[in-house]
C-alpha cells in the first residue's frame, strides 16, 4: 500500500496508516466493498456523457442503458445525468469544452509529491476570464465528504496548477456526492486562493516526505483496512469507554458550555466506536473465512437493492402487456433544476419550505469567526 491522492485523507490525519493498513491486508486481506463497484461504474457513466457534452456541445444527451456490459441502474443514469449537467454549467460558463483547460477522468503527474505520481482528477477546467480552476470530486458513497479542506482536492488542483502556464488566481473545489444524507443538495463547495492552496499542500507534502509511525486515531480511522487491530484506535476506544463509564455528568445541571463540550465528545466518541466496530465486523469475517468457529456469527453475501436486470424499455413493454404502468414521470428537485441552468432567482419563486421542527446544528467555524468579529 502507497500514500496516493485517494488515500490522502487518511495519512495526512495518521502517520501510522500506510505501515497498519499494509500489515493487516497481508494477513487479512482488503476490506470487500461492493460499492466500489457501483462507484467505478458511476464514473464510467458520468465520463461518457461529459465527453458527449464538450464534442457535441449537447446538454441533453441520452443516458446509455449499459454500461461496460452492464445495466445501468434507473437511478444513477439520473444522478450521473445530474452530475454531468452540472459539469457542462461550468463549461458554458468557462467558454471551454475541450482543450488544455479541461480534464474529464485524467491522470495528472503530481510531481510536487513525487516524480511519476498520478493523481486521478473527475473533473476539472480553468476559466481564463477569471483566472479559477475548477476541480470536482464525484463520491457515489453514503457517507458524507466535506470539500473544506480535502486533502484529495488539493493534491489535485496543485498537481493542475503546477501543470499549467496561465496564471490561477482561484482554486473551487467541489464534492458531489449525489447518495449522501442531503442528496437534493450534493454540492458541497470551497474556495481558496491559490496561495493558500500552495501553503496547504506544501505541508501535505511534509506528510507525504514523512516515514514517521505515530497512529492518531480520529474519525478518518473508518476509511482505514487496520482499524479492527489497530492499538492505537484501540487505546482510543478504551479511553473514550472510560470517560462516558466513570464520570457521572448530569447534563441537566452541568453549565451550557460544558454541555456542548460533552455533546461534541459524544460524537468524537461515536466515530471512534463505529470505526471499531465496523474494523472488527471485517475481522470476523476474514476469520471465519479462514476457518474459525464462532457459534453466534456467520458471514453471508451482502447484496444491493434489486435492480432490473434487462433493458428499462424491455420491462416497460413487459408491463403493458400485463397492463401494468411501469413508467414513472417525475420532476427534478429544485436542486437538480438549478443544476440544469434554471435560474436560482426563479427557482426560488416557485419552491416552499415548511418548518418541521426544531433541530441543533453545529456552527461552522466560518459563522463562528464572524460572530467574534
Ligand atoms: S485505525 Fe486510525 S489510528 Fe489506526 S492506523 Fe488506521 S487511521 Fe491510524
Request: glycine share 6%.
Amino acid at each position: 500500500m502507497k500514500k496516493t491522492a485517494s488515500n490522502a485523507d487518511i495519512w495526512t490525519r495518521c502517520e501510522g496508516y500506510i505501515k497498519a493498513a499494509s500489515d493487516y491486508v497481508r494477513v487479512y486481506g482488503s476490506h470487500e466493498s461492493p460499492a466500489a463497484e457501483e462507484g467505478i461504474m458511476a464514473h464510467g457513466v458520468a465520463e461518457a456523457l461529459i465527453r458527449v457534452m464538450a464534442k457535441d456541445g449537447n446538454p441533453t444527451p441520452k443516458v446509455p442503458d449499459r454500461w461496460a456490459g452492464s445495466v445501468i441502474p434507473v437511478d444513477m443514469k439520473i444522478k450521473c445525468r445530474d452530475y454531468a449537467h452540472f459539469c457542462y454549467s461550468l463549461m458554458r460558463r468557462s467558454n471551454v469544452y475541450g482543450g488544455k483547460y479541461l480534464w474529464v477522468e485524467d491522470e495528472i503527474e503530481s510531481t510536487f509529491l513525487a516524480d511519476g505520481l498520478m493523481t486521478r482528477v473527475d473533473f476539472a477546467i480553468y476559466d481564463p476570464s477569471v483566472r479559477t480552476l475548477h476541480v470536482l470530486d464525484l463520491k457515489y458513497g453514503h457517507r458524507v465528504v466535506e470539500a473544506e479542506g480535502n486533502a484529495q482536492l488539493l493534491i489535485g488542483a496543485r498537481s493542475i496548477i503546477d501543470s499549467i502556464d496561465v496564471p490561477v488566481e482561484k482554486v473551487t473545489m467541489s464534492i458531489y456526492q449525489p447518495n449522501g444524507p442531503n442528496a437534493s443538495m450534493p454540492l458541497d463547495q470551497w474556495t481558496a486562493d491559490t496561495l493558500s492552496v500552495m501553503e496547504m499542500t506544501n505541508d501535505i507534502r511534509q506528510m507525504y516526505e514523512s516515514d514517521g509511525n505515530a497512529l492518531r486515531p480520529g474519525s478518518h480511522c473508518r476509511y482505514c483496512d487496520a482499524r479492527g487491530t489497530c492499538i492505537g484506535l484501540r487505546h482510543a476506544v478504551y479511553s473514550a469507554w472510560d470517560v462516558v463509564a466513570y464520570y457521572n455528568h448530569i447534563p441537566e445541571e452541568l453549565p451550557a458550555d460544558r454541555l456542548e463540550d460533552m455533546l461534541a465528545e459524544m460524537e468524537t466518541f461515536r466515530d471512534l466506536l463505529r470505526a471499531y466496530q465496523t474494523g472488527l465486523e471485517a475481522l470476523c469475517v476474514s476469520r471465519l473465512k479462514r476457518g474459525d468457529v464462532m457459534p453466534k456469527w456467520e458471514y453471508t453475501t451482502s447484496l444491493t437493492d434489486r435492480k432490473w436486470a434487462h433493458d428499462e424499455a424491455d420491462i416497460i413493454e413487459l408491463g403493458k402487456s400485463m397492463g401494468i404502468e411501469l413508467e414513472k414521470r417525475t420532476v427534478v428537485s429544485p436542486k437538480q433544476a438549478e443544476l440544469a441552468g434554471m435560474p436560482k432567482e426563479l427557482v426560488d419563486t416557485l419552491v416552499k419550505r415548511e418548518a418541521t421542527g426544531l433541530k441543533l446544528r453545529k456552527k461552522s467555524l466560518k459563522t463562528l469567526k464572524q460572530a467574534f468579529q
